[in-house]
């Protein structure tokens, strides 16, 4: 099953991707340069199978490939229109907008402990939380609030867990304390006055 997050908000905000940083560099000189190829042999080394050696990728054309330089770089978040299938969804929020909203490449979980066993990873999602709510504070008001909510796919009409239900203040909340949204989890996101 797939996990769906959503925000709430009292204006319009922008469809698509925000935050991915592309790299200058096409597939084809991605793959030919040395830190890819000792990459490669290094996670070889660990018994992983490079892609291109389980599937024949020859098809792929430089301009159909898009390339980040880090795990970090490619994080980012994806804001979309609800489709009628979501429409259920808008019991939860009180406010008149809601989107669903997606980590590109890393998630919406940031945990302390896996800054030292995933560094990459947990990088890409330290800046999908950080993009998320950089969306807040660059299109909200002082004082405003956001709502997010996170379900399973197909439970978008199931009651919300209450007992999870929290109130994050961006004037005292840091990223560092670690972030989770949390299955049937309601937060209200307050911007500082």
Not at 99 to 119: C, H, M
Request: glycine letters at 6%; hydrophobic letters at 30%; one cysteine or more.
């Amino acid at each position: 099953m797939t996990q769906f997050h959503y925000i709430g908000s009292s204006v319009e905000l922008p469809l698509g991707e925000r935050g991915s940083v592309l790299s200058s560099k096409t597939r084809s000189e991605m793959l030919a340069s040395p830190e890819y190829q000792a990459k490669r042999e290094e996670l070889k080394q660990q018994g992983m199978v490079p892609l291109e050696e389980i599937f024949d990728l020859s098809h792929l054309r430089d301009e159909d490939c898009l390339v980040y330089d880090t795990e970090e770089d490619a994080g980012g978040i994806y804001i979309e229109a609800l489709g009628y299938w979501n429409e259920e969804i808008r019991k939860h929020f009180q406010s008149p907008y809601v989107y669903k909203i997606s980590p590109n490449w890393g998630s919406f979980t940031v945990l302390p402990a896996d800054q030292e066993t995933r560094p990459d990873s947990e990088n890409a999602s330290l800046k999908c939380c950080r993009e998320l709510f950089k969306l807040m504070q660059d299109f909200g008001v002082p004082g405003s609030v956001f709502e997010l909510y996170s379900c399973w796919a197909d439970e978008e009409g199931d009651p919300r867990n209450k007992k999870y239900d929290r109130v994050i203040d961006l004037s005292t909340f840091s990223l560092e304390q670690g972030f989770d949204l949390l299955e049937k989890e309601y937060i209200v996101v307050k911007l500082p006055t």
